[in-house]
């Protein structure tokens, strides 16, 4: 399991755009950690609960995503083991009815696309009818308020990747989303949310994203960039490099430590607004996110893994690409031409 960063090709930015930091370090971390992950998921039909634990956070998508950029296929046979703990032997025997907070659809999308194989889209189907909070029975109050803000952002992907396999839309996607907003304006607007925690925001933040990505919503830009500024403002904690895990003390939740582990669920946001707007400032911030998670990761469990490598991908490919789209030199050229 070796192999490269491949990333988009494309003219490379000028010299005055600052190098992504520490990209050496997280890709020679993945590398090292991942061996370690897929070897424990080597035998995927042995104990179950400790096997169960290593797939929080998708690890059938970080493990394709390896595979991906690093075009080394031999990360494959992890993404399939992976597959068999979480798709066949909790998925499908639970017919699709887990918690809302163990709903992870990218992983089994991706083999789906790349396989065809029918127990994917099984999964898939079945996740998105019987997962909690993704059923249209569901009562409308059940999901409003920010305490299921996980389990709105989860289902929002859970509900997209069904349609991404040939289901229908279901108007439950289009109340999920407005669901998730108002999350935001509870947390950040209104105010009416009894606390903050920075990475659910970014949990809801790559939801949204994902969903502007494919319908073009115009309140989701805005909605990113206010939380974004707000949890910089008021939980980013400069010397530790990180963001509180909660803007308070919270009795039975916790407190405002800094927790560094949860910097790359977060930092793909500022990366994705660097790359919509060209503020410089968005760029600085997702770099600092990116480089004080990298440099502070504990990645020897399973869960910390996968929840430092299940998003960070798309932090490395939009800062890449707003570099490309907003080089200075760049549009000089085009300009003269």
Known sequence: ?????????????????PPIPQLARWWAEMIKFGKTHAAFLKDPKGPFDPLLGATYYDAQRVFLQIAEFSADRSWLVAADHAMTVYRDRYVMENHGKVPGYWVFPHGIAMHYRQTKDPKSREALVAMSQNA?????????????YAATSREVAYNIHNLMKAEEVGEPHRPRLTLLVDHALGHIDQWFISRTAPFVKPFMF?????????????????????????????????TWVPKARAFKYLDRVVKDEGGPDP?????LLIAPAFAWLYKRTGELQYRDRADAIFAGGVEQAWLVGGKQFNQNYRWSFDYVLWRHEGDLIHDPSRRRVEKKG
């Open 1 to 17: 399991m070796a192999g490269a960063l491949v990333l988009p090709r494309a003219p490379r930015p000028a010299k005055e755009f």
């Open 132 to 144: 909690a909070f993704a059923p249209d029975f569901t009562p409308v109050d059940a999901t409003r």
């Open 202 to 234: 970014g949990l809801t933040a790559e939801a949204l994203i994902a969903y502007h990505a494919k319908t073009g919503d115009k309140r989701i830009p805005e909605a990113i960039r206010i939380g974004a500024e707000w949890i910089w403002n008021n």
């Open 259 to 263: 927790a560094s582990d949860l910097n």
